[in-house]
């Protein structure tokens, strides 16, 4: 049986060495979606370079628009190779169960169906430094009392020209308009949002003034990352280690809920021993990250007044 994984990242090198590392316990082949201006390409090249399966989709990431993305990135690798299932995994989730012989007796006793549902196990920061850990996600987090409602889906290979993948991975379409055949896999998703405090304000802002630009934006697309730059600007974006905690500790929950998550002292102990190397790749110049992201945005925000412009000046030259 073979897995396939395919993953849209931008900006990940504090954690993408774990995720590769941790996930190729069940993953097989590894393709990315990069968007990154620090050295997330970088790693992925050692990381190939220790014999990881690693490959990188081209698309025009430039008004990200997920589910087109997504599903384009589906056909194009059942190009390369035909894959018993595909996984849609963001670079802070880890699949998380306790073997690979068990993860394919799952699948395999599921083939009949068409998609297959897996759900966050939601991690917060214990405080304990991530960057003096080699295997940071397995000893810097404890599971939250409290989990998220997010499910993310995966699909039989041979559904790649079927359906559409949904925003979010939550979801797909089938072309054919009927209903996919769902199954609960009872796999789980180990899940990382809030790491250290330069990787949760860099990321909400580049999100957040990312979510500005668009302009294909879909209603309550993004709504998540807007109260976390409101958290962050009552905060006036300073993020202690305690607040890291307590962010980690409220992502997913609605208003009602988020303050009454408390951490656990479990440790997401079906995580393999893994060493990071590339910890001096993974520390990112912030100020030169938000820089780049200021020009990428000032240049959508140019090239759609500009062509507004032009389209303007052809309609009064009709008239």
């Known amino acids: 049986m073979t897995i396939a994984s395919i993953s849209g990242i931008k900006n990940e090198s504090d954690v993408i060495e774990s995720f590769v590392r941790h996930n190729a316990k069940f993953i097989d082949d590894f393709y990315f979606i990069d968007d990154s201006a620090d050295k997330t390409p970088a790693i992925l090249a050692q990381l190939a370079g220790e014999g990881f399966r690693i490959f990188t989709i081209k698309f025009d990431t430039r008004d990200y628009q997920h589910s087109k993305i997504m599903t384009n990135a589906t056909r194009h690798i059942n190009q390369e190779r035909k894959y018993d299932w595909i996984f849609y995994l963001d670079a802070d989730e880890i699949l998380y169960y306790p073997t690979k012989e068990q993860f394919l007796q799952t699948l395999a006793a599921n083939q009949q169906h068409q998609v297959g549902v ?19 996600l397995k000893d810097c987090f404890n599971v939250r009392t409290l989990q998220s409602q997010t499910n993310k889906i995966f699909i039989r290979g041979d559904m790649f020209d079927k359906v559409m993948i949904g925003p979010g991975q ?3 379409l ?3 308009g009927k209903r996919c055949d769902y199954f609960e896999s009872g796999m789980q998703l180990a899940h990382f949002p809030v790491r ?12 957040y003034t990312s979510l500005l630009a668009k302009l294909n934006k879909i209603p309550g697309e993004g709504n998540h990352a ?9 905060n006036d974006f300073v993020a202690s280690d305690a607040k890291v905690t307590e962010w ?3 992502f997913g ?4 809920t988020r303050h009454q998550c408390k951490l656990t002292a479990d440790r997401p102990v079906l995580l393999d021993d893994i ?11 912030d100020t030169l990250l938000l820089g780049l992201e200021l020009e990428r945005v000032a240049g959508l925000l140019s090239d759609f007044r500009h062509k507004t412009h032009q389209s303007v000046e052809q309609l009064k030259s009709l008239f």
């Not at 807007?226 to 009552?234: A, G, H, S």
């Open 170 to 172: 939550h979801d797909v």
């Open 226 to 234: 807007i109260r976390q730059y409101e958290w962050l600007k009552q």
């Open 118 to 136: 897996l759900h966050h196990y939601e991690m917060a920061a214990n405080q304990t430094p991530y960057f003096n850990s080699l295997n940071p």
């Open 253 to 256: 929950l609605d208003d009602n």
């Open 248 to 250: 980690g500790l409220q």
């Open 174 to 176: 089938a072309l054919d």
């Open 196 to 207: 250290s405090a330069s990787q949760y304000v860099t990321r909400t802002i580049i999100i």
């Open 275 to 285: 060493v990071c190397k590339y910890h001096e790749l993974a520390r990112r110049n």
